[in-house]
């Protein structure tokens, strides 16, 4: 089965700190993607990678960059948090090679409070 | 960016009636995927549908994807209690391999 682990669950921090987020897959994907989740609002896509070292904008990448170093590490970083970041952040991976279903597969989440 | 509408936000039903989720776009989209998300995890796919016209059913689901693969449409049959959860839909953009996701439906089935 298709692995895909975020280093928290809940995560609280206060405005203004530097805020790492860890994504780790275990099926050799290619593509990785770090989404936020807001009532009402769905999932948008903060950032992606389509492999390492590469990064692409998503929609909503104000206030929040990326590394992707090793193939299944994906890391968003937030380089100071604000209240307007509080929200559940959600990371996925999804293997180029799977033309059949494309599917993402979800990490279960990280629910980032700033205060 | 491409858009997808889905509706309604909310639906509380009683167990055993049938409802139906739509999704919308003025976009093409290359696929269409469902997603269930449960309190607490990650969405999990539900289906994948590709053909414009394409119908899949998963056990009391019945999903359809729009002649001109620009919308979808999700039927549950006789609900149960263990349906309930948050169903989002996601279209996968022609330009690559993006999704954009609806708003989301969050089902209620009352026993």
């Known amino acids: 089965d298709v692995k895909v682990t975020q280093s928290s669950r809940y995560l609280v921090k206060r405005t203004g700190e530097k805020v790492f987020l860890e994504c780790v897959q275990d099926?050799?994907?290619?593509?990785m993607f770090w989404y936020r989740q807001d009532p009402g609002l769905g999932l948008r896509l903060i950032y992606f990678?389509?492999?390492?070292?590469?990064?692409e904008k998503g929609d909503i990448p104000e206030g929040y960059s990326v590394s992707r170093e090793k193939k299944e590490r994906f890391s968003l970083i937030l380089e100071s948090a604000s209240t307007n970041q509080t929200s559940m952040y959600l990371c996925a991976s999804r293997s180029t090679l799977d033309r059949r279903t494309y599917e993402q597969y979800f990490g279960p989440g990280t629910r980032l409070t700033v205060t | 960016t491409q858009l997808l509408e889905q509706s309604p936000q909310f639906l509380s039903i009683q167990e055993g009636e049938n409802l139906t989720v739509y999704c919308n776009s003025s976009?093409?989209?290359?696929?269409l995927q469902w997603y269930r998300q449960e309190p607490g995890e990650g969405p999990v796919l539900l289906v994948t549908?590709?053909?414009?016209?394409e119908v899949k059913k998963l056990k009391r689901l019945t999903f359809q994807f729009g002649d001109a693969r620009k919308d979808s449409s999700l039927h549950i049959t006789a609900a149960q209690p263990g349906d309930t959860g948050l169903y989002l839909c996601?279209?996968?953009?022609?330009?690559?391999?993006?999704?954009?996701f609806g708003e989301g439906t969050q089902l209620t089935v009352n026993p």
């Open positions: 990678s389509y492999d390492v070292k590469m990064k």
């Open positions: 996601a279209g996968e953009e022609t330009s690559g391999s993006r999704l954009t």
């Open positions: 099926m050799d994907h290619e593509n």
């Open positions: 549908v590709v053909t414009g016209g």
């Open positions: 976009s093409v989209f290359s696929s």
